[in-house]
Structure formats: structure tokens, C-alpha cells
């Protein structure tokens, strides 16, 4: 049996998210530029992609750049931002072809004109399609996106249109860029880092976790699916005991 006929069709993540970690240091060990493994990285993206759309996974969220990743080098900033738009443009077909909808969160205001006009143009042109849902987390970082949400609600107190014991997490979560986006059940990671970094922190509440040593470019489908039957192994209680879950009757 191989590893794909060993996925639980009926258990299949609705919201799958992953850290794309180790492009940098898969380059360095090659001895290459940081950069020809983030353009490496773009090929394990391809065949993520693909891997769930297969599986019927309804939304991908890539973490491909964060709020902190501006502080890197210059050169590397604009290596990071060119291939996105080569990207863009180069799948918008594989897109179309596969009834992809492609999204992005995070403070895209913040991008290169170039980059953030061909993106716009990609989810666009893409807003018509109802298959999966890919989700680009783009100058993205979740306290960011947390006090954002916190000025609006402290805006609408101020002008008297809310009181504060109105709040509620509802109204939090769809003040979030993720707002019409369900949380994520499985999370992975690669790169052997066991961190979450700046992603998603609030949506990750019972989120399952899945890390591997794995460097992004050389993610592949296999590892997918076996992230995913890591998944499916695992029993999500979210607080409650063991017996409740698998009896609910006995709740
Ligand atoms: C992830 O790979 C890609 C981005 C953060 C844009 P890194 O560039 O962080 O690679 P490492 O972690 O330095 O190996
Ligand atoms: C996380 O990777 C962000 C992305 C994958 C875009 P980083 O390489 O930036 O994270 P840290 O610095 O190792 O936590
Ligand atoms: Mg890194």
C-alpha cells in the first residue's frame, strides 16, 4: 500500500497551513546563494499544490513571507519579491486549469508596487474559481494582525458604537485577514525548527502540530501525505476526555 492509499478520504483536513522553512540553509549546504533555494522552494510549492488539490483539501495557507522578513538583507527582499511575481504569473494557468482560487493575507500595502499589482491582478482573474482555496500569507505576522484588529474595536468604543463587554471572539476572529477563512486543523513545519514563529497564533488554538527536519525544496508529496496520516492518527479532544470523544452520546 503506498502512503497516498493510506489517507482517510473522509478525514481530510479542511484548512491545511505550512511554515516554508530551510530554503537558506538547503542553498548553503549546496554551497549556492539564499536566493536559489527560495527559487527551489517555488518548485516544492508546485507539488504541494498539486498534492492538494488531489486530496481535495479545501484551503492551503502558505506562510511565504513575514512582517519580520523585511529586516532581511536588501538583495534577498527584492530576490524574495521578483520570484513572486515570476510565480504568480507562471501559475495562473495551473490555477485556472485546476479551479484554484488563490487568496493573501497579511499587510500587502506593505509590497513592491510590481508585486502587489501582479498579485491582485492573480486573485482577480482567480475570483471565479470554487475549488481550493489558496491562501498566500504574505508580509504577514499575526500580532499585526491582532492589533489591527484590536484599533478597530478600540475605534468603536471610542466613537461610542461598541462597549466593550460586547467583544466577543466572533467579532475578533472576523476582524482578522483570515476572517472568511476556517481555522487550520493541521499545521506543518519543516526545516526542524519547533516553532510557530509569527503565524496564525490565534487560528492555531487546537490546531494539530506537525514538524519535520525536512528543507522546504526538498518538501514533497510524499512528506504531505505523510504529515497528513500523522494527522489522522492523532485524536483531537479539544478539552474534553478521551471517553467523550469517542462516545458523544455520553456527553
Ligand atoms: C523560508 O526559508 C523562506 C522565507 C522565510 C522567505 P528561509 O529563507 O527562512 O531559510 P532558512 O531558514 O534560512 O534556511
Ligand atoms: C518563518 O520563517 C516565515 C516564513 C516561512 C515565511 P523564518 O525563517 O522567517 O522564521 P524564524 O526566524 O526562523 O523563526
Ligand atoms: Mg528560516
Redesign the pocket.
Known sequence: MNLKEKIIKERIPAHVAII???????ARKRGFA?TL??EK?VDAVRETVEAAVELGIGYLTLY???TE?WNRPKYEIDA?MRLLVRSVNKERKTFMDNNIRLMAIGDLRNLPPKSYTELMKAIDDTAVNTGMRLVLALSYSSRWEIVEAARILAGNISKGTLKPEEITQEMFSNLLTTASIPDPELLIRT?GEYRVSNFLLWQIAYCELYFTPTL?PDFSKEEFYRALIDYQSRERRFGMTSEQIRKPKNR
Open positions: 516554508m522553512d530551510g530554503n537558506g540553509r538547503w539564499r533555494g527560495h522552494g511565504a513571507f513575514s522578513n524574495l526545516s522546504w
